[in-house]
Nanobody, 127 residues
C-alpha cells in the first residue's frame, strides 16, 4: 500500500524558513520521481519542485532561488527546504510520486498523471 506522509508545515513570518519532509512507503522509492505541489484556497494546485529518480531537479519560477528539493533514498524521504518565505507561499503542500519524470510532468502541468498524492501539510506565512 502506497503511503506518502508529509510533515514540517507550520506558521512563520515572512522571511522565515521551513523544511518539509515526505516519508514514503509501499513502493520502490528509489525508482520513482517525486514532487512537491501546493494549493491555496480558491486556487488550483500547482507544481513547486520536482526531483526525478536520476536526481534531475526543477523548481517553479515563483520559488527559484528560495526553495530546494532533495531526496534521501536510504531514508525513503523527500525534502523541501523553503527559505525567505513570502505570504504568497501560503498553502497546503503535498508530495506526490510518479513512475515517469516528475520534472516533465510539472513542466507540462499534467497533474492528472500523478500516480499518488499525500494528504499534505499546511504552510502559513504572515506578513
Amino acid at each position: 500500500q502506497v503511503q506518502l506522509v508529509e510533515s514540517g508545515g507550520g506558521s512563520v513570518a515572512a522571511g522565515g524558513s521551513l523544511t518539509l519532509s515526505c516519508a514514503a512507503s509501499g513502493f520502490a522509492y528509489n525508482t520513482y520521481s517525486m514532487g512537491w505541489f501546493r494549493q491555496a484556497p480558491g486556487t488550483e494546485r500547482e507544481g513547486v519542485a520536482a526531483i526525478d529518480s536520476d536526481g534531475k531537479t526543477s523548481v517553479a519560477d515563483s520559488v527559484k532561488g528560495r526553495f530546494t528539493i532533495s531526496r534521501d533514498n536510504a531514508k525513503r524521504t523527500l525534502y523541501l527546504q523553503m527559505n525567505n518565505l513570502k505570504p504568497e507561499d501560503t498553502g497546503n503542500y503535498s508530495c506526490a510520486e510518479n513512475k515517469g519524470r516528475m520534472t516533465a510532468l510539472q513542466r507540462r502541468g499534467a497533474l492528472r498523471s500523478v500516480d499518488y498524492w499525500g494528504r499534505g501539510t499546511q504552510v502559513t506565512v504572515s506578513s
